[in-house]
């Protein structure tokens, strides 16, 4: 095991070498076109990322049956970073040097998302990332195609504070001990304070990753509750910890009429552990719900199921990021007419793939899509219902308005060139 | 509201009109037909206007939509009472059968809130107590003042003590929302100080910040000071408890390791997957109740504890015979192939069952919570703590009364004088392993009903346990015992003070600074027993 990873290490340097010297020359391979797929397949984030994985090996088998793209088949290659950060930068380069992939799927935590940053800029590939993240960020070889904060944590508050959501005046933010959570909460904080929320009306709680005793948490929330004004949780915790939460909750008997839990972690897939029941009405916001009635959604849930042989198989939100994803890639192909890299990361911002729940999401000069933005609510079969959708698709932005550091940039890879234009001093970075 | 109100004196006109008639389409069926349109403004006036019918069938109506059980197939809106029978709601008669296009009436919060306010007042005449209780209850969060004249009725025909009281503290609720005077203001005060708990508290803060009169806003006050007293005594007791839960929960992920690695002295890393593989014999065992049993489901989790103890051991003794054997004496050689172990067993795992969770569901004797002088306890939790007690007390009997225990403990205490004794050693290690494996196995019963039935569920255990074993003293279950409590209790008097990571690291950093001080742990095993 050992000898071989060494092996295989010492001979992706090589290959790693030889590429870069030939000036990406071998970026394509015989008769087919390879896409890497850098999910994790075991350790804890293997709950979450293996569906991904699964995912694009249906639409890469589906793509084919179309008859490829530019007249060659595609061809997955599967990687297994294992949940482990360092590993993924790794495998990343695996991709990119030994097997020349033209692009990347892949990642779901933010730590994994910068850790294989370096490699994808060292070595100029494309990473198409699915999953809603904290934003605060837009490069050039990584194409965003889950929600920023303005398309899933902002919208949320929003749908909170008005008379539909039950005019919520104090503000828990609970989330796990991280980047993502830790990011959002400040954008939040900001946000709220901004809407006239006082200081003493937010309530922040940092848990672990893996928190399984909520006890106290929980009977801090109801205690932050029980101040006469109307209470909601805004929940970032992520992964595991989410079932015990629920579970205490449950147990407490908080319901969602007295303090609504909307989470923007928390899917079907996240909820297929749990018994629903005492769950209804908490919400979540997403951009993509199973329920969403539309044609193309339930032909994707139809093929999803037959792909996977399980009636009961569930969609969510981050494999519909890949599906626009994987199409806008191809698209850009297409109309490229290569797989070369620098083109196809100058064609990609202005393309435009039709969404699962109607619409058509685009490809923004900041590497973010347009986005729908949803507000569903916990049904007792674990599945949601959506209460509230915004107007039309919303852009996604890659550096928040509500944090003082990032207020004035954009990102703007078309005309500025580059991820961090100031719009104050015009100048980037 | 403001919408529903005209409308409904329409209706009412067009009702009596009609009632002379027929007596078909009165406001009742009127509100029905509104769920047709599949909006949520249009359902909540159709909830109002139904409450405020008075019509026989609003309320098993109005019952059926809390429950999602009303649906509507075209312009019939009907239920399905607990046989699966459908009922229309308009004329309250069985239909011949369920409509196949029946569609079930969709709500949000502020149409379950809306729900729960109409119940409340619907129900305080109910033949049932606890309906009646609850609808005290929704009253004292709805605050509505035109429940006041029927509140008052519900209070004095009430037989129930109970539920009289909590009727009169609704009563209190709303009139303090709005006095009347300053007597009514101060009964209510009073009133809601002797509920004295986290909902009085906060309408009594409203009241003290809220209301003009002088002596009603002291008194407010007062009260107020007087629960936040009261809250802060029970906080104490209650952190006393939230400790021993969690106590219970790491005494239970320990004690097998107790066994493998303090009496056995084998570094077992996959003792977590011990645990994990209990919890999925529990999902299998549930799974086997919901297809063959589903009247004895409130058996499962009894009946699997055998089944995770068999399946736990058996791996236990396969890892035993296997590889530990061969490696006795040589810890870092133990550490390293248990800690493969670990890994192939998640993996295996992951590969049969797939990385998603399992749901394993809680019997209904351990749902919900109840009310202990104002401590609210979950009956999960207490259930936990009685199991824990019960697996340690059968464990210490196990090792201090029984043939079997003695010779575990005579092979381990010195192994060569044991032999010469004519003890089977190797069958002997055999069982103490298998022994610790089957109790890490009963507890992933327990904590199936708390965490993730994931794969991952042993990992977030293991360095706890070790933990745990270490503080405690190896070797010694009583030390165990005291380990874990301590460590719970400690755990959660620092948390609302820390925060849950600081908290955490709190925890170990003391522990590192008492090991340094008592590299024993805290109960030491003394004299010549100790091999080491």
């Not at chain 1, 959570?181 to 937010?202: C, F, H, M, Q, W």
């Not at chain 1, 993509?288 to 969609?315: D, G, H, L, M, R």
């Not at chain 2, 729900?115 to 004292?140: M, V």
């Not at chain 2, 965490?451 to 990992?459: F, H, K, R, T, Y």
Request: proline share 4%; charged share 20%; aromatic share 8%.
């Amino acid at each position: 095991m050992f000898k071989l990873s060494r092996r295989a290490l010492l001979a992706s340097t090589i290959a790693g070498g030889l590429a870069l010297s030939a000036g990406g020359a071998f970026a394509q391979s015989g008769d087919t076109i390879k896409v890497g797929i850098l999910h994790s397949l075991s350790g804890t984030m293997a709950i979450s990322e293996t569906t991904l994985k699964d995912v694009m090996l249906m639409l890469i088998e589906e793509q084919n049956k179309k008859g490829g793209v530019l007249g060659k088949k595609l061809e997955a290659v599967v990687v297994d970073p294992a949940s482990n950060w360092p590993l993924f930068a790794e495998k990343a380069r695996e991709l990119i040097t030994q097997q020349k992939v033209s692009a990347v799927f892949g990642c779901w935590t933010s730590v994994s998302r910068k850790s294989v940053l370096p490699v994808f800029k060292e070595l100029n590939s494309i990473l198409f990332y699915p999953v809603q993240y904290e934003g605060e960020e837009s490069e050039r070889n990584v194409f965003y195609t889950g929600a920023a904060p303005n398309q899933q944590a902002i919208p949320a508050v929003d749908y909170l504070m008005s008379e539909e959501g039950g005019l919520v005046k104090r503000w828990v933010l609970a989330g796990t001990d991280y980047v993502y959570p830790r990011t959002t909460n400040k954008i939040l904080e900001a946000y709220l304070l901004s809407k006239g929320v006082a200081k003493e009306d937010i309530l922040i709680n940092y848990t672990p990753f893996g928190h399984s005793d909520w006890q106290t948490i929980v009977s801090d929330i109801v205690k932050f509750g029980t101040a006469g004004k109307k209470t909601a949780v805004v929940s970032t915790i992520n992964g595991d910890a989410n079932v015990p939460f629920y579970k205490e909750l449950a147990n407490k008997g908080v319901k969602a009429t007295d303090i609504p839990v909307v989470a923007f972690s928390v899917g079907e897939e996240e909820l297929a552990g749990v018994d629903t029941k005492n769950l209804v009405g908490h919400l979540a916001a997403w951009n993509y719900f199973e329920s969403v009635k539309t044609p193309a959604n339930e032909a994707f849930i139809k093929q999803w199921q037959a792909f996977k042989k399980n009636p009961k198989a569930v969609t969510n939100d981050p494999m519909e990021a890949h599906v626009i994803g994987f199409n806008m890639w191809v698209k850009a192909v297409e109309k490229a007419g290569t797989t070369n890299v620098d083109k196809v990361i100058d064609t990609l911002p202005g393309i435009e793939a039709p969404n699962l729940t109607g619409g058509v999401s685009k490809m923004l000069p900041n590497h973010h899509i347009t986005k729908p933005v949803m507000i569903g609510e916990i049904r007792p079969d674990g599945q949601f219902d959506v209460v509230w959708q915004a107007k039309g698709l919303v852009a996604g932005d890659a550096w928040s308005k509500y944090l003082d550091g990032s207020k004035d940039l954009i990102g703007d890879w078309v005309e500025k060139k580059c991820g961090n234009y100031n719009t104050k001093t015009g100048k980037c970075g | 509201m403001l919408r529903s109100v005209p409308i409904f004196r329409l209706l009412a006109l067009a009702a009596i009109v009609l009632n002379c008639g027929l007596a078909i389409a009165g406001p009742y069926e009127d509100a029905l037909k509104r769920f047709s349109a599949d909006s949520f403004g249009e359902t909540e006036i159709a909830i109002k206007d139904m409450a405020a019918s008075g019509a026989q069938g609003a309320l098993p109506a109005l019952e059926a939509l809390q429950a999602g059980r009303l649906s509507v197939a075209g312009d019939t809106v009907f239920y399905l009472d607990g046989n699966g029978q459908a009922t229309d709601a308009a004329t309250g008669s069985r239909l011949a059968g369920i409509p196949a296009d029946g569609k079930v009436v969709r709500l949000n919060n502020r149409l379950r809130r809306a729900l729960e306010n109409a119940l409340g007042g619907l129900t305080l005449f109910s033949k049932d107590p606890a309906r009646r209780l609850q609808a005290a209850e929704a009253l004292f969060k709805s605050k509505d003042t035109n429940a006041l004249p029927g509140l008052e009725k519900a209070i004095s025909a009430e037989p129930v003590p109970a539920v009289k009281k909590a009727l009169v503290e609704a009563e209190a609720a709303i009139m303090l929302a709005r006095p009347a005077n300053t007597a009514e203001a101060l009964g209510a005060i009073r009133t809601l100080r002797e509920r004295g708990d986290q909902e009085a508290l906060a309408q009594l803060n409203v009241a003290a910040t809220s209301l003009a009169d002088p002596a009603v806003r002291s008194a407010a006050e007062a009260a107020v000071a007087a629960i936040a007293q009261r809250q802060k005594l029970l906080s104490v007791v209650q952190n006393v408890w939230y400790g021993l839960s969690l106590g219970s929960v790491l005494l239970l992920a320990a004690i097998g390791l107790s066994i493998t690695f303090g009496v056995m002295g084998i570094i077992n890393m996959a003792h977590g997957e011990m645990v994990m593989l209990g919890a999925y014999a529990t999902f299998l065992t549930q799974e086997m109740f919901r297809a063959y049993a589903p009247g004895w489901f409130d058996w499962s989790l009894a009946a699997a504890i055998p089944v995770a103890f068999l399946l736990a051991a058996a791996v236990g003794v396969v890892i035993e015979r296997g590889i530990i054997r061969f490696l006795y004496g040589r810890p870092l050689e133990t550490l390293l192939a248990t800690f493969g172990v670990s890994l192939i067993l998640q993996q295996s795992i992951r590969t049969l069952f797939g990385p998603t969770n399992r749901e394993v569901t809680a019997p209904a004797f351990m749902s919900g919570n109840f009310d202990l002088f104002g401590l609210s306890i979950a009956y999960g939790r207490m259930w936990i703590i009685v199991f824990t007690l019960a697996v340690f007390a059968f464990l210490l009997f196990l090792l201090k009364a029984t043939p079997l225990g003695l010779r575990m403990r005579a092979v381990t205490q010195n192994r060569r004088m044991a032999a010469s004794m004519g003890i089977r050693t190797a069958f002997v290690d055999s069982a103490t392993f298998a022994l610790g494996s089957g109790i890490a196995g009963v507890a992933g019963v327990a904590l199936s009903q708390i965490d993730n039935v994931s794969p991952n569920l042993g990992q977030s255990y293991i360095i706890d346990s070790f933990m745990v074993v270490v503080f405690g003293g190896v070797g010694n279950l009583w030390g165990t015992l005291v380990s874990a409590f301590a460590l719970g209790i400690g755990n959660k008097f620092l948390e609302p003070v820390a925060g849950a990571v600081l908290a955490k690291i709190a925890i170990l950093v003391c522990l590192i600074l008492f090991i340094q001080k008592r590299p024993s742990g805290l109960f030491a095993l003394k004299g010549r027993a100790v091999e080491q």
